[in-house]
């Protein structure tokens, strides 16, 4: 069966099956690292779903069986890869999705086809020998695929989630948390949510939403919030808006709220912060 695969350096590392004449046996070493799975079946009429995706984050010591797959595209990367060659920003708009246990979907063919054109692109640059800044273009090659597979998601309502109704409980969490930063921005939103508007919103009582997306993710909702609020904000500021018209945008009715919440997180001021990146 043809293989082709990428050494794992930098965080990442990117994986091409092809040829399943046979059933085929991938063996996985335990790790931290998360991984996303792009699957195309052979048979179309035999399977309702033809083309997968998954994503898991951390594996054991394990065994996957594939049977009857045309073609199977295995990336694997780390927190190193994330931080040096995904911006902050491009971070937090997708890390719903890196941060998923295991999620697995049915997607459409035009999906399918988009990602699979990234995926050649991620392994053409990546074989590349002492290319200077592979490893830069291999990351905006990854955000951009992130992005297609977050757009996806949220335009679709049908999702298969492998896991509990915890899970779908966070997924609706998480596309909330963006629709309202979304409604911010356009003056759609009036303030800024607190854990009972999250908990209106899916019609949860917000101490039994908080267990959940703690137990989840490990952190609370108010540092959801908090995170969330302040990777806006240094967008903003990256832009040539008023810092007045930045902090009522994020739903703040004074301007001094916005900077002490700023420099709390940041322990730098939003003017501080806007000069910083200019110099």
């Known amino acids: 069966m043809p293989t082709k695969n990428s050494r794992f350096e930098e965080g990442f590392s990117i994986f091409y099956l092809t040829g399943f004449d046979e059933p085929y046996d991938f063996h996985i070493s335990a790790t931290e690292n998360h991984s996303l799975w792009l699957i195309k079946r052979k048979n179309m009429n035999q399977y309702k779903n033809r083309y997968i995706l998954k994503l898991m984050k951390g594996t054991s010591n394990e065994v996957i069986s594939f049977t009857d797959f045309d073609e ?6 780390n927190y190193f890869f994330f931080e040096k060659y995904m911006s902050s920003y491009v971070y937090n708009d997708i890390s719903f999705l890196i941060n998923e246990n295991s999620l697995k979907l049915s997607i459409s063919e035009k999906l399918y086809v988009t990602i699979e054109n990234i995926c050649r692109e991620i392994y053409y640059n990546i074989s590349i020998e002492n290319r200077a800044n592979k490893f830069k273009i291999v990351g905006h090659l990854v955000s951009v695929l992130f ?5 996806y998601i949220f335009d679709q309502r049908d999702i298969d989630i492998k896991n509990s109704r915890e899970s779908e409980i966070l997924l609706s969490f998480k596309k909330n948390l963006e629709n309202h930063y ?18 209106k919103e899916q019609n949860y009582h917000p101490n039994y939403l908080s267990k959940i997306i703690k137990k989840e993710t490990g952190k609370p909702i108010s540092s959801w919030i908090a995170e969330k609020t302040i990777s806006e904000a240094k967008k ?11 902090a009522y945008m994020l739903g703040f009715h004074e301007v001094s709220h916005f900077s002490k919440f700023f ?3 940041t322990s730098i001021s939003p003017s501080a912060y806007r000069e910083n990146i200019n110099q």
């Not at 199977?72 to 990367?77: D, N, R, S, T, V």
């Not at 992005?147 to 757009?151: K, M």
């Open 72 to 77: 199977i595209y295995y990336l694997k990367f």
């Open 147 to 151: 992005y297609h597979l977050r757009d």
């Open 182 to 199: 979304k409604d911010l921005r356009e003056g759609k939103a009036p303030y800024l949510f607190k854990v009972k508007d999250y908990g």
């Open 236 to 246: 903003l500021l990256n832009t040539d808006e008023q810092i007045q018209n930045i």
């Open 263 to 265: 420099k709390s997180h």
